[in-house]
T-cell receptor, first 110, second 117 residues
Framework: RKEVEQDPGPFNVPEGATVAFNCTYSNSASQSFFWYRQDCRKEPKLLMSVYSSGNEDGRFTAQLNRASQYISLLIRDSKLSDSATYLCVVNLYNFNKFYFGSGTKLNVKP | GAVVSQHPSRVICKSGTSVKIECRSLDFQATTMFWYRQFPKKSLMLMATSNEGSKATYEQGVEKDKFLINHASLTLSTLTVTSAHPEDSSFYIC?????????????FGEGSRLTVL
């Protein structure tokens, strides 16, 4: 079983739409959670950490549900520039093991 | 600007040759670096954790004699794909954590696309 699973998409949405991605993880000992963004043929970059209480950064909201072992990312008022692949990342063993989901592709269209 | 630099960005080689990929942290010391492999439309697969001054820790199923990792200094880790074959063709990417940075934030190199003919 994969450590981290995501719906690969693609999610095709119009500008201004709200879109949500979910991600599930298999190891209940997972300690930290993150969303990374990867543009085509580029390296991943940290979008935001995911805290137990949920957290928001502008148009982006991340939630963690430890009981069900999933995390989510909500993007409001989508922009064309939000088009990318969003990677769910789970950390084990206090920052020395990071596992990536396969990514969810988002296409925001005019 | 980039904080982790990876070189070369692209390499094409003949089957049977060895290829070395370098990963450098530019303005910080990295006692630990990570090497990933990514297939098209697939997730980054952790290959190994590179530890400065000691042996790398390989993930299950990754051949340590095939993928040699050396972390000789606090700013440089190298991955050598030995006796490369076409099935080794992939996108290899390194990352490092910067102490004092955001908790858990990984900085990635630009990646190296290996094509074995």
């Amino acid at each position: 079983r994969k450590e981290v699973e995501q719906d690969p998409g693609p999610f095709n949405v119009p500008e201004g739409a709200t879109v949500a991605f979910n991600c599930t993880y298999s190891n209940s000992a997972s300690q930290s959670f993150f969303w990374y963004r990867q543009d085509c043929r580029k390296e991943p970059k940290l979008l935001m950490s995911v805290y137990s209480s949920g957290n928001e950064d502008g148009r982006f909201t991340a939630q963690l549900n430890r009981a069900s072992q999933y995390i989510s990312l909500l993007i409001r008022d989508s922009k064309l520039s939000d088009s990318a692949t969003y990677l769910c990342v789970v950390n084990l063993y206090n920052f020395n093991k990071f596992y990536f989901g396969s990514g969810t592709k988002l296409n925001v269209k005019p | 600007g980039a904080v982790v630099s990876q070189h070369p960005s692209r390499v094409i080689c003949k089957s049977g040759t060895s290829v070395k990929i370098e990963c450098r942290s530019l303005d910080f010391q990295a006692t630990t670096m990570f090497w990933y492999r990514q297939f098209p439309k697939k997730s980054l697969m952790l290959m190994a954790t590179s530890n400065e001054g000691s042996k790398a820790t390989y993930e299950q199923g990754v051949e340590k004699d095939k993928f040699l990792i050396n972390h000789a200094s606090l700013t440089l880790s190298t991955l050598t794909v030995t006796s490369a074959h076409p099935e080794d063709s992939s996108f290899y990417i390194c990352s490092a954590r910067r102490q004092g940075g955001l908790a858990g934030e990984l900085f990635f190199g630009e990646g190296s696309r290996l094509t074995v003919l």
